[in-house]
């Protein structure tokens, strides 16, 4: 099945750095949404993005939506031990009974 | 409001075992998915369902079956377990018209096929 290119697959940072990860697509979706999941829980929804361009924050956690809608990033500014955790892009499109298609995550550990 | 709920939390099965994992969402949410995760392999959708008596196949549905009698729950079964039915499985639900396009996810069901 179709899947996103998701990157990078694991980081390892220092508390306090930034955080960048991306995911492209061979094909355009007009909702992209960024999940975290924590270890043996389900994915939690951080970020949702409808418009191509759109830069939405959460907090310290910055994501913008493509503008040729084949794209997004997720920047976490100033990590802190709590943002440890996979976190997952996924696109969907109105007509395809909103199923989801996933990135294979980011795992990211932060040194305190 | 609970949210979405799995039952049960763990289990395990002797390979050609059945049983069914229960999902519930007290949200009145129209869609349903059922989805696994391996390691390596992100999240992968195996049945959904788009309203109350109606299933459809996603990305992996061999080897489960799934029914959505009532609105709330989504039934996922394995008829004769397989070792690599091993897996984390997870429910998701999603309402239409939700202000935000996003499917809500349970805690998950570790199963382990041995």
């Known amino acids: 099945g179709q899947q996103l290119n998701q990157s990078p697959q694991s980081m390892f940072i220092q508390e306090g750095e930034d955080v960048s990860m991306n995911c492209t697509s061979s094909?355009?979706?007009?909702?992209w949404l960024w999940y975290k999941q924590d270890p043996g829980e389900g994915p939690v929804l951080l970020i949702a993005l409808y418009k191509a361009g759109e830069l939405t924050s959460n907090g310290r956690l910055t994501a913008q939506f493509g503008i040729t809608r084949k794209d997004s990033f997720l920047n976490i500014s100033a990590s802190i031990p709590s943002d440890v955790g996979i976190y997952f892009c996924a696109g969907t499109n109105a007509g395809n009974n909103r199923k989801l298609i996933w990135g294979l995550g980011t795992s990211l550990a932060v040194n305190p | 409001n609970a949210g979405v709920t799995q039952t049960p939390k763990f289990r395990v099965l002797k390979t050609g075992q059945s049983m069914t994992l229960l999902c519930a969402q007290d949200?009145?949410?129209?869609?349903m998915y059922w989805y696994r995760q391996d390691p390596g392999m992100g999240l992968r959708l195996i049945h959904y369902s788009v309203g109350e008596g109606t299933t459809a196949k996603g990305e992996v549905p061999d080897g489960y079956n799934v029914s959505r009698l009532k609105k709330q729950n989504f039934l996922l079964g394995l008829e004769s377990a397989a070792p690599s039915q091993t897996s984390v499985y997870f429910c998701?639900?999603?309402?239409?018209?939700?202000?935000?396009?996003?499917?809500?996810f349970g805690p998950g069901t570790r199963l382990l096929v041995l």
């Open positions: 949200m009145n949410h129209e869609y």
């Open positions: 998701a639900s999603f309402r239409l018209g939700a202000p935000e396009e996003t499917q809500y």
């Open positions: 094909s355009i979706f007009n909702t």
